[in-house]
């Protein structure tokens, strides 16, 4: 059916219209399909990275852990940094690194100076993955024990800059465990 002319350019107007949108709102689809699978690529890298990272500092404290269970003093001492803070499960323990050494020379003499394995180990990395903290549940000779390192990029890899280590106590037996420290 012919409707003349002017209709037709009308018709022909209207149909380049709709063709334009239709290529824009397909062009506006695609460019936010673009930006999401870039957006979780990105994401996925960073969680790979991450979890990279996590790795490499699981490594490096079961290595800290393995050198002290093999009385490997060199390795040991040598993941702290020079100022770091060992913090042990006896009230006076808070020892600079160097002093924890001569303190503890005689456990490194022996096959092995002691033997804490993780059982539970969670990460926090800061500062554009510069600085890391974790919190482990450790299996020791005195039970189960709690500890808090915090560790630091430095020229040569992680070294640790606080340690603290904490024997853990049931809640229900509070009571029984402040008896034997004598605490009123």
């Not at 050494?101 to 100076?113: G, I, M, P, Q, Y």
């Not at 974790?134 to 430095?154: I, Q, Y």
Request: proline share 2%; glycine share 2%; net charge negative.
């Amino acid at each position: 059916m012919n409707f003349g002319p002017k209709f037709n350019a009308q018709i022909d107007i209207h149909r380049n219209f709709l063709l334009m949108n239709a290529n824009k709102s397909l062009f506006h689809i695609l460019l936010l399909i673009l930006a999401f699978t870039t957006s979780l690529f990105a994401q996925s890298k960073e969680a790979a990275q991450e979890e990279a990272q996590i790795e490499t500092l699981n490594q490096f404290m079961n290595a800290w852990h393995l050198a002290a269970a093999e009385a490997n003093a060199e390795d040991f001492f040598g993941s702290m940094r020079e100022d770091a803070i060992y913090i042990g499960t006896d009230k006076t323990e808070r020892w600079l690194r160097d002093d924890l050494r001569k303190w503890s020379a005689k456990a490194f003499e022996r096959e092995s100076a002691w033997k804490f394995v993780a059982s539970e180990r969670n990460w926090q990395i800061h500062l554009d993955q510069q600085f890391a903290i974790c919190d482990e549940l450790l299996n020791t000779w005195m039970g189960p024990c709690r500890s808090t390192a915090v560790l630091t990029w430095e020229k040569d890899g992680w070294k640790i800059i606080h340690y603290q280590l904490s024997v853990t106590i049931d809640n229900e037996k509070i009571e029984s465990f402040k008896a034997l420290q004598e605490v009123p």
